[in-house]
Each structure stands twice: as structure tokens, then as C-alpha cells.
């Protein structure tokens, strides 16, 4: 079976891109996979696109092969964009999904519904030893819910309710989710690549 590494260690992000990648008939590998010890890597960009660059090009160049990565988040527009970029450590080190959750919350607090507007948004970089860093960049919009709700999913799913739905993410299926999430609409656009891996 092909394979693609994917510069993640996020474990949530790893089952859905197993998915994704199965229809093609290809392995997804996540770092954790691999034989070898991968140190993490400082995320010390200031946009999605650097990060996901950061990730994918020093792993690419490290194993000498292509390197898929991931770098996401959510964009909450009564928080001017926050958390964004900083969105896997909003509430600090270390990473802390709930802690995460109860501060996006707690800063939400008496905002009225139609101005809990957000986005998750997923840029994904293709790095290839050589050869110039490729990005696809993905959305899906919805809103902030004033409760949390649901247990599938990763991160925020459990406070994301995206357009046209009355239920979290969290509530939504796998397979719903992988329909209309950011992520599955930024690898729909590698679908040519995806489809031309060696
Ligand atoms: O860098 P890697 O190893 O890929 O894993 P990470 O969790 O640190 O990933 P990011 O740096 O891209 O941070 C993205 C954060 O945004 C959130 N996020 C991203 N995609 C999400 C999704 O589909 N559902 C819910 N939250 C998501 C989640 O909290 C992630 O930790
Ligand atoms: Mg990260």
C-alpha cells in the first residue's frame, strides 16, 4: 500500500486524515508511527501557512521523502481572530483541549448569539525535498455555542456549532464531520496530487 507521512502528532487529526487518505488507497503515517524518535517542532510562525510550512519542510528534508502537515485552528471573530495560530495552547502549556474550551467560554461570556460568529480553518502544506512548499487552505464556518456538547471529535468540536446544524461538532458523526470540515476541504483540493503519489 503507498503510504504519505503526515507531520502530526495530534491524534484526532491522525484518524481523520486515516480516513480521508483510505479512499485513495494510501496509508496515512503520523509521526508517532514512525521507527524513528521525532523531536517536536517550535511552531514560531505567526500565520497558519508558516507553521504548517515549519512542520512539513524539516520533516521532509529530515526523512528525505514528502511530507504532509496540518497546521489549524479556530478563528473567533468577537476575540479578534483569537485564538488562531495559538489555538492548541490558548489556555497555556501543555496543550489542554477542556482547558482550552473553558477559556474560549469564559471570554464569550454575555456575547449575544449572533455575534458568537466563527471559523475553523486548516492549511495544509506539501513539502518535497527540492521542490517549492505547496498550500491548500480549507474552512468551515459556524458559531460558538454557550454550552459545550458532545464527545466526538478533537479540540473545540465540543462548542462549534457550524452553519446550517443546531448541534456541536462533537455531536456530528465521523462521517458528518468529514463532509463539511475545514480539514476535508483543504484535502479535497490535493485530490490531483493525492491521486498521483508514487
Ligand atoms: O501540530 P500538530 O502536531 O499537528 O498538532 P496540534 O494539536 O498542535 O495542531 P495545531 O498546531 O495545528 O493546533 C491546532 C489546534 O486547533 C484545534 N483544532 C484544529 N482542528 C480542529 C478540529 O477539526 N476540531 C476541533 N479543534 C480543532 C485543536 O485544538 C488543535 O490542537
Ligand atoms: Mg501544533
Known amino acids: ?12 487529526k491522525v484518524k481523520e486524515f486515516k480516513t480521508f487518505f483510505a479512499e485513495y488507497a494510501i496509508d496515512a503515517v503520523s509521526l508517532p508511527e514512525l521507527s524513528r524518535e521525532i523531536n517536536d517542532i517550535e ?9 504548517a510550512a515549519l512542520k512539513a519542510e524539516q520533516i521532509a528534508e529530515l526523512l528525505q521523502i514528502p511530507v504532509l502537515a496540518d497546521d ?16 492548541a495552547r490558548f489556555a497555556g502549556e501543555p496543550k489542554d483541549d477542556q482547558a482550552n ?29 527540492g521542490e517549492t512548499t505547496q498550500f491548500k487552505k480549507g474552512y468551515c464556518e459556524g458559531s460558538i455555542a454557550r454550552v459545550q456538547a458532545g464527545h466526538n471529535g478533537f ?4 462548542v462549534f456549532i457550524p452553519d446550517g446544524y443546531t448541534e456541536t461538532m462533537a455531536q456530528l458523526s465521523s462521517d458528518e464531520k468529514n463532509q463539511i470540515s475545514h480539514r476535508s ?14
Not at 489549524?72 to 489555538?87: E, M, Q, T
Not at 479540540?155 to 465540543?158: F, M, S, T
Not at 476541504?185 to 508514487?198: C, E, G, S
Open 43 to 51: 511552531e514560531t510562525g505567526s500565520t497558519f501557512e508558516e507553521n
Open 185 to 198: 476541504n483543504a484535502i479535497r483540493q490535493l485530490d490531483d496530487w493525492v491521486k498521483n503519489l508514487q
Open 155 to 158: 479540540g473545540y468540536d465540543p
Open 101 to 129: 474550551i473553558d477559556k474560549a467560554l469564559h471570554e464569550l461570556q454575555g456575547v449575544e448569539t449572533v455575534d458568537r460568529t466563527a471559523r475553523f480553518v486548516c492549511v495544509l502544506a506539501v513539502a518535497i525535498p
Open 72 to 87: 489549524s485552528g479556530l478563528v473567533i471573530d468577537a476575540l479578534a481572530g483569537r485564538p488562531g495560530v495559538f489555538s
Open 1 to 12: 500500500m503507498k503510504e504519505i507521512v503526515i507531520a502530526t502528532k495530534n491524534p484526532g
